[in-house]
């Protein structure tokens, strides 16, 4: 995946909270958000350890405790870096984080264009970079946690060490596109969040809404991934100039090492249990991102209406 050169950054759409200063103290006192752990692969490991000892409710809740309302105390948002680095495609296509402010951009010119088409106004949400931990309006997390979308603030969160983490723990492909799809993921929740979906996402189990709302977000990330070459920016052109095969490839690579059966099976002591799955199995997700993917229509990503979810 590369960007246009000479297509324009907008840097605000990123908020810096790294060396803010701003800790996760507080610990976990519920599902955390939503995506949160579902694409944060040690949270996930967090999640199914504790979940055994009663320590977490896997069900039921959309927040954090604590009830917090934006950046907490002690933090700051820094973009002045970003801003000043962050400017074109082609700083995208040499600098990581200006690769990230590409994607955040690219993800949410497409919604914002695909509810003009529908009649509705997209209302943009920042991502937000921190480091260790952050105070959000659904309470306190730590980067155990992994990329998250607060629906009680409307942003998403993400420490982009968590990249690494997929390399390194799971032995995920990695790569850009796979970060997109990260992303992509993220932002598909904050669509359900506009559209009240998201109240839907409750329960454990194969077939539970929460299962069903993050195999929606996986085919929402499917569907920005189709017109991402062709989205244009405010100045008329695609800011992302292609996808590749191996682009995708990547996404479903990590697909495949996320889902719960598959975490389950490999870092939750070798029983897969069925009934704690709250993000559905490696192939449904691959199956929905897929789904997305090929027909490029957010209509054919309902989950909630029908039987076969793959």
């Known amino acids: 995946m590369r960007f246009d050169d000479d297509a324009g950054l907008d840097a605000s759409e990123v908020q810096d909270l790294r060396g803010s200063g701003g800790g996760g103290g507080g610990g976990i006192g519920g599902r955390v958000a939503l995506g949160g752990g579902g694409l944060g692969v040690v949270g996930l490991i967090i999640y199914f350890v504790l979940s055994q000892l009663g320590g977490v409710s896997l069900g039921g809740g959309n927040g954090l405790s604590g009830g917090l309302s934006g950046v907490g105390s002690g933090q700051q948002v820094d973009n002045s870096k970003l801003s000043s680095e962050c400017k074109t495609g082609a700083d995208a296509n040499k600098n990581h984080d200006c690769a990230i402010v590409a994607i955040v951009n690219s993800v949410q010119d497409y919604w914002t264009q695909q509810f003009s088409r529908s009649g509705s106004t997209y209302r943009k949400a920042p991502t937000n970079f921190f480091n260790g931990g952050v105070r959000t309006g659904c309470g306190s997390a730590t980067s155990d946690t992994g990329p998250f979308y607060c629906p009680a603030d409307s942003e998403v969160y993400i420490d982009l060490s968590f990249f690494d983490e997929l390399k390194t723990r799971f032995g995920a492909q990695g790569g850009l596109f796979t970060e997109a799809y990260v992303l992509a993921h993220e932002y598909g929740h904050h669509v359900q969040n506009l559209l009240g979906t998201s109240k839907k996402g409750t329960g454990t189990g194969p077939t539970s809404g929460s299962v069903r709302l993050e195999l929606q977000a996986d085919c929402y990330a ?48 070798g029983q897969v249990d069925r009934s704690k799955f709250t993000h559905g199995t490696s192939a449904q997700r691959k199956k929905w991102f897929t789904t997305g993917f090929q027909t490029g229509d957010p209509a054919r990503c309902d989950t909630f209406g029908t039987n076969n979810l793959g």
Do not use: F, M
């Open 222 to 269: 499917g569907v920005w991934a189709n017109h991402a070459s062709t989205t244009p920016t405010e100045n008329g052109k695609p800011l992302i100039t292609d996808v590749t095969q191996d682009d995708i490839n990547s996404a479903l690579d990590t697909a495949s090492r996320i889902g719960d059966d598959y975490i389950q099976q490999n870092l939750g002591g």
